[in-house]
């Protein structure tokens, strides 16, 4: 996977609210907060400058963000959009 350096904009979260909220039951309010933060730099466009953040196999649209050394969320970006493809452990990339 290669190392995303785009530059940073403004985006909106249009899917994977539901993931999310799966995700938070059984998460730690330590993970809960670093998953916010992360979320927030989303948003906000400074994601690629504070979080390692990967290309998602094969698929320039989504990419991986390092949320801390236990956990990551794969998002799918669109223009001006993004979504929650997964929050979670780190994973085995696909082959």
């Known amino acids: 996977m ?3 350096t785009e530059q940073g904009r403004w985006r909106r979260l249009n899917t994977g609210l539901d993931r999310l909220d799966q995700w938070s039951q059984a998460a730690s309010q330590a993970q809960r907060n670093a998953v ?3 979320l927030f730099s989303i948003l906000c466009g400074t994601v690629f ?3 390692p953040v990967v290309r998602y196999g094969g698929q320039p ?3 991986v ?3 801390r050394p236990d956990l990551v969320m794969r998002i799918q970006l669109d223009a001006g959009t993004f979504g929650i493809a997964y929050i979670g452990v780190p994973q085995p990339a696909p082959e």
Do not use: F, I, N
């Open 2 to 4: 290669d190392r995303v």
């Open 36 to 38: 916010y933060k992360a």
């Open 49 to 51: 400058h504070s979080y």
């Open 61 to 63: 649209e989504q990419v």
């Open 65 to 67: 963000v390092l949320v």
